[in-house]
């Protein structure tokens, strides 16, 4: 039980900070050199770390029993640099997601088409897991998570109350859907995702 554990922390870290370098790595390609000049552009942890999502929220969720989810110190990007002013915001924040399908599919594969042995399978199966459950956690529009900027550059400024009301209030609709049952639904949801996709038997 304490090596799942250990092990799932670890994935959810890497996974956290892959999501991150990815937001930052299309920012700069974009001409956008903030992130880069800040040093968020490494896996190194440390600059990575979020008070809130990366150690508070996982303990909460560990003290619950419920599956642990969270998120990193949000890469700074400056939109105003950027080569593609009407949808590079959108483009940096489907990123991170993008990055957790991407890790989630190749793992797939792997396991798939490659024979592991038992542990290894229970490894990759949580790796699967938790990246489709971290993209779309991310994905929804509620902030500081990435789906509200890509709501918010499609709402347009004629929203901007609903804007306004998930600003001031989105924190408290996340500690709201952790205590009714929301993170386990993601996570119910993430699991029949990789069934249904990658046909195999899942830890």
Same mark, same amino acid.
């Given at each position: ?6 092990? #799932? ?12 370098? =990815? ?59 950027? @080569? ?7 483009? *940096?924040?489907? =990123?991170?997601?993008? =990055? ?13 088409? *490659? ?8 490894? =990759?199966?949580? *790796? ?31 929203? @901007? ?19 009714? @049952? ?11 995702? #990789? ?9």
């Amino acid at each position: 039980m304490e090596i799942t554990i250990i092990f #799932t922390l670890i994935i959810l870290l890497f996974s956290i900070i892959i999501h991150e370098v =990815a937001h930052g790595s299309v920012s700069y390609s974009l001409g956008d050199n903030t992130a880069k000049d800040a040093g968020r552009l490494t896996l190194n942890p440390i600059s990575h770390l979020d008070p809130v999502g990366s150690i508070m929220l996982p303990l909460f969720l560990f003290i619950l029993n419920l599956p642990i989810i969270g998120w990193a110190k949000p890469v700074p990007i400056n939109p105003y640099n950027f @080569n593609d002013q009407k949808w590079g915001e959108v483009k *940096v924040s489907i =990123a991170g997601s993008l =990055a957790n399908f991407i890790i989630a599919l190749v793992f797939g594969l792997i396991v798939m088409f *490659v024979s592991l042995p038992q542990s290894f399978l229970e490894i =990759a199966s949580l *790796v699967i897991i938790y990246n489709i459950a971290l993209g779309i956690f991310n994905l929804m529009p509620i902030p500081p998570l990435d789906g509200s900027h890509i709501l918010f550059a499609l709402l347009g400024e004629r929203f @901007n109350n609903v804007k306004k009301f998930l600003y001031q209030y989105g924190f408290f609709i996340l500690i709201f859907l952790v205590f009714f @049952n929301g993170i386990n639904w993601l996570f119910s949801f993430s699991y029949w995702i #990789t069934s249904l996709f990658f046909k195999f038997s899942l830890v």
